[in-house]
């Protein structure tokens, strides 16, 4: 006895060719090697960048801080300094701070750029210009 027409699937058509219901579906194996190297690559991108974003941005609330709890220059180089060595920050010093006074407001400024290093001649530059006022 054979199986109900309706639930057997059509695998040839009229002149033997493949109806959309046998044809294979899917990625190939080159397709997901592709899909693999992209991931694996924005993923090499990804781990050596966030750690430099991180930095920056306990830079700025450093700067913040800083900015804050000093009454002048010299005090916003040294509680700068004291934080760098507390907070393991490498990228910058007290040195690299611009600060200007105008009109009474205090504003410190800085830049930090970083090359990351992913294959042969292929670099990634961060760079970042901020400024904080008080």
């Avoid at 080159?30 to 750690?51: H, T």
């Avoid at 407001?105 to 750029?113: A, D, E, G, M």
């Amino acid at each position: 006895m054979s199986p109900h027409p309706s639930r057997t699937p059509a695998i040839h058509g009229l002149h033997g060719h493949l109806t959309a219901r046998a044809r294979q579906r899917g990625i190939t194996l080159l397709g997901l090697l592709a899909w693999v190297a992209l991931l694996g690559f924005a993923l090499v991108i990804a781990f050596q960048a966030v750690p430099v974003v991180v930095e920056e941005q306990s830079v700025y609330a450093l700067v913040q801080r800083s900015i804050q709890e000093a009454p002048d220059h010299n005090a916003i180089r040294e509680t700068f300094t004291k934080g760098v060595e507390a907070g393991y920050i490498s990228d910058i010093s007290a040195d690299d701070l611009r600060i200007h006074t105008h009109d009474g407001v205090t504003t410190v400024s800085y830049q930090l750029k970083k090359v990351i290093h992913l294959v042969g001649p292929v670099s990634l530059e961060l760079k970042y210009d901020k400024s904080v006022s008080k």
